[in-house]
């Protein structure tokens, strides 16, 4: 079912070899020989820093698309409104779970300061949040003693503070404020719009759970918009990274796609659910878009290694890629890596 991630790191041994066996002196070579690899690896980092730019540049824009659509809501609350919110979700998810391929070597989104864990933590016991089954009073939007004001400080303070699963803030957590615990195998979240209406409305504190939801939304704009700054023309980590030598940055890329392939997607992702048989372990549970985040990470995977990526306005960015390398140095392992993405594929697409 995944990339295994031994074939990542076989490629970038071989690209490394490439590199070093560059650096060597060799007489034998004719003067008329070059070998160009070096400069193709570097215009290939070059490429890989557009295309991670281009999308987060998506993954922001459909954040605050979002963002914007829940502001109306909640100021609003109408059936047509509140399904307009979980379209927008929806869609905000496609562009961000082909990003979780730049993850795994201590770049912006993940590093030390990196709010990876602020964005797209999961699982999470929704009961830290909102009321559950059986369990109306539950949660920080049910605690105005406690928790008198719902802030961005609150929120990140919180945020797996108690335990791994305490989450408070990023996609999913919205993504339960939307549609609500899942309590069926055949469909999402039935959480209702009257969840919001300052009067009338079903549950309590709707006031709090609207604003809770407009103030996590927030927060998911702020943090994406700190992420993509970091990977434009001007970013430090820009910088840092298209600084460092090729052994470097192939190690960095091919190691996050290993860590993806197999311990994140192929493992956490698919693994554990299937093993445990347990709705609250698929990745997108509530909204029931599990199988939309396992293809946008495997594209994410795939966008690197071909060199391309296709944006939410349907504008392609692309450029030398490490598969067109791989295939001039090393034809027969190069097609091998390439049918392993479509068998791969194939497997995920029957689902």
Same mark, same amino acid.
């Given at each position: 079912?995944?990339?295994?991630?031994?074939?990542?790191?076989?490629?970038?041994?071989?690209?490394?070899?490439?590199?070093?066996?560059?650096?060597?002196?060799?007489?034998?070579?004719?003067?008329?020989?070059?070998?160009?690899?070096?400069?193709?690896?570097?215009?290939?980092?070059?490429?890989?820093?557009?295309?991670?730019?281009?999308?987060?540049?998506?993954?922001?824009?459909?954040?605050?698309?979002?963002?914007?659509?829940?502001?109306?809501?909640?100021?609003?609350?109408?059936?047509?409104?509140?399904?307009?919110?979980?379209?927008?979700?929806?869609?905000?998810?496609?562009?961000?779970?082909?990003?979780?391929?730049?993850?795994?070597?201590?770049?912006?989104?993940?590093?030390?300061?990196?709010?990876?864990?602020?964005?797209?933590?999961?699982?999470?016991?929704?009961?830290?949040?909102?009321?559950?089954?059986?369990?109306?009073?539950?949660?920080?939007?049910?605690?105005?003693?406690?928790?008198?004001?719902?802030?961005?400080? #609150? &929120?990140? +303070?919180?945020?797996?503070?108690?335990?791994? *699963?305490?989450?408070?803030? %990023?996609?999913?957590?919205?993504? =339960? /404020?939307?549609?609500?615990?899942?309590?069926?195998?055949?469909?999402?979240?039935?959480?209702?719009?009257?969840?919001?209406?300052?009067?009338?409305?079903?549950?309590?504190?709707?006031?709090?759970?609207?604003?809770?939801?407009?103030?996590?939304?927030? #927060? &998911?704009? +702020?943090?994406?918009?700190?992420?993509?700054? *970091?990977?434009?023309?001007? %970013?430090?980590?820009?910088?840092? =990274? /298209?600084?460092?030598?090729?052994?470097?940055?192939?190690?960095?890329?091919?190691?996050?796609?290993?860590?993806?392939?197999?311990?994140?997607?192929?493992?956490?992702?698919?693994?554990?659910?299937?093993?445990?048989?347990?709705?609250?372990?698929?990745?997108?549970?509530?909204?029931?878009?599990?199988?939309?985040?396992?293809?946008?990470?495997?594209? %994410?995977?795939?966008?690197?290694?071909?060199?391309?990526?296709?944006?939410?306005?349907?504008?392609?960015?692309?450029?030398?890629?490490?598969?067109?390398?791989?295939?001039?140095?090393?034809?027969?392992?190069?097609?091998?890596?390439?049918?392993?993405?479509?068998?791969?594929?194939?497997?995920?697409?029957?689902?």
């Amino acid at each position: 079912m995944n990339l295994r991630p031994i074939a990542f790191m076989l490629f970038a041994a071989l690209l490394i070899g490439f590199v070093a066996c560059d650096n060597a002196d060799d007489e034998t070579t004719p003067p008329e020989v070059v070998d160009d690899t070096p400069e193709r690896l570097a215009a290939a980092a070059t490429n890989y820093a557009d295309i991670v730019l281009a999308n987060y540049e998506d993954s922001y824009n459909t954040a605050v698309a979002l963002r914007d659509a829940i502001n109306s809501f909640v100021d609003d609350p109408t059936e047509e409104k509140f399904l307009d919110c979980k379209n927008k979700w929806l869609q905000a998810r496609i562009p961000y779970g082909q990003t979780e391929a730049y993850r795994f070597y201590g770049g912006p989104i993940d590093d030390e300061d990196g709010p990876e864990g602020l964005i797209n933590a999961w699982p999470m016991d929704e009961n830290f949040i909102d009321y559950v089954e059986g369990m109306p009073d539950v949660g920080l939007i049910n605690n105005p003693t406690v928790y008198p004001t719902i802030d961005k400080p #609150l &929120l990140i +303070d919180l945020n797996e503070k108690e335990s791994e *699963e305490s989450i408070f803030t %990023g996609y999913h957590a919205i993504e =339960f /404020l939307l549609w609500g615990q899942d309590l069926s195998t055949t469909s999402a979240g039935q959480r209702p719009y009257t969840d919001y209406l300052p009067t009338g409305g079903t549950a309590s504190n709707q006031d709090r759970r609207g604003l809770y939801l407009k103030t996590v939304a927030d #927060l &998911l704009v +702020d943090h994406l918009g700190e992420v993509r700054d *970091e990977w434009t023309a001007n %970013g430090a980590y820009r910088a840092t =990274f /298209l600084g460092l030598s090729n052994s470097d940055i192939i190690t960095n890329i091919f190691g996050a796609l290993s860590e993806l392939s197999k311990g994140e997607l192929s493992g956490e992702r698919m693994f554990v659910a299937v093993d445990s048989k347990d709705q609250e372990n698929e990745h997108s549970c509530f909204a029931d878009n599990t199988i939309v985040d396992i293809k946008q990470n495997f594209q %994410g995977l795939v966008n690197v290694y071909t060199g391309t990526y296709s944006r939410t306005n349907g504008a392609v960015v692309s450029g030398e890629s490490y598969q067109d390398i791989a295939a001039d140095l090393d034809a027969t392992k190069a097609q091998a890596f390439d049918n392993a993405i479509s068998v791969a594929r194939l497997k995920i697409n029957t689902i």
